[in-house]
């Protein structure tokens, strides 16, 4: 019985609480919509009020969805807010425009406005308890006037006291029925059923393979480029270099020696640039000794100065390190390709919810875009592989900065 009635009572004083939060929110929710409305003619002025609406209903989402998990318990799933990946002036109303298409958003703005009518007849009700409280003590004090009370009409005596009574037990009843009917409406709008999750799951899935199939893609372009631009005439170079020792060691051997330390030369040459490459691939020491050891390895490796700043206890799947990984070694990479960067900062941490959280930072000339079959496109699909997001900001001019948030356990 008091495992029922103690999520009732938590629902009604939330109830009340939301009357004067919904108030307050949806007060500035409509004048930031008559604002933008009044003020649409003039386009530029018109969308910013609107656009700071669709934040405030995202807000307002996602407090109702940490609102309801917490008071009731129930399984409402991560809801990550949604940022675009543009680089150029259309990042930010392209960010404004997913919170639009964002269906849960407008889920929990319906949930909030539902709760806000509910919240209203709450308050009433306790404004009636109150004030049969008040009638309960004057017709006990003054047994001869007449009280008024609701439904009942003009009373006195014993038959306020109990008209007054009454009033309350149905008051008290329907408060205990607002709570119910707060969880449930709760639990239909707020929680998925098993069919959606299901959905969602072979969604997501389906998402992450394609987006692992495309990194794979990208990495294997990016091998077999790096090979024949790299090893690949290295080598062909030294076969040349050997067949031309041969034909002249018998008539010029100090001639032939020389090729040969020629070919020894490159040879060993040519065996660095595999190592570099298979270390791209995939460093040994990631799997030996973690992401500290191997990212502070891939910064003493680095042509631009590299500033370390990694929080992280205990290991991760091999599949969110790798990822980890990858992504700062490209964006290390880019940084000494292409923004003329004097200095890259890494920062790597963990947080709630069993998530690593990296963040690459550098002082470049910026103007850096996501191109399909790119390096940066490599990384959005290696991070959305594992289940992870990705921003980028580098606007023309600099700073260039890459964050990327994936699940610890992959």
Known sequence: MKSTIKPIAGAVAHLWALFFVGIAALGVMAALTAAGASLLVVLGI?????????????????????????????????????????????RLPHTVWLQAKDSRNWIGALHFTIMFVLASVAMALLGTIFSSLTVLIGSARFPQRDFWILIFGPVHGVGAIIATIVTILVAVALLAALGVAHREVSRSLMVPSREAQLVAQAHVASQRRHEAINAAEIERT???????????????????????AKNKLATDPEAAAALIDDAHLSTKAAITELRQLARGIHPAVLDDRGLDAALSALAARSHVPVMLDINITGRCAKATEA??????????????????????RVTVRERDHGRIWARVEDDGTGGAVRTPGGGIDGIAGRVAAVGGSFSLTSPVGGPTTLEVSVPCAS
């Open 46 to 90: 018109g969308l910013v009020p609107l656009a700071l609406a669709l934040l405030f209903l995202a807000a307002i989402a996602r407090m109702e969805e940490a609102r309801v998990a917490g008071l009731f318990g129930f399984d409402v799933p991560p809801h990550p807010f949604a940022r675009s990946t543009r680089t150029d002036w259309l």
């Open 222 to 244: 990016r091998i077999e480029r790096d090979l024949h631009d790299g090893v690949q005439p290295r080598l062909v170079s030294v076969g040349m270099t050997l067949g031309m």
């Open 323 to 344: 990822a980890l990984y990858f992504v700062i070694a490209e964006a290390l990479t880019n940084a000494a390709k292409h923004s003329n960067a004097r200095q890259v």
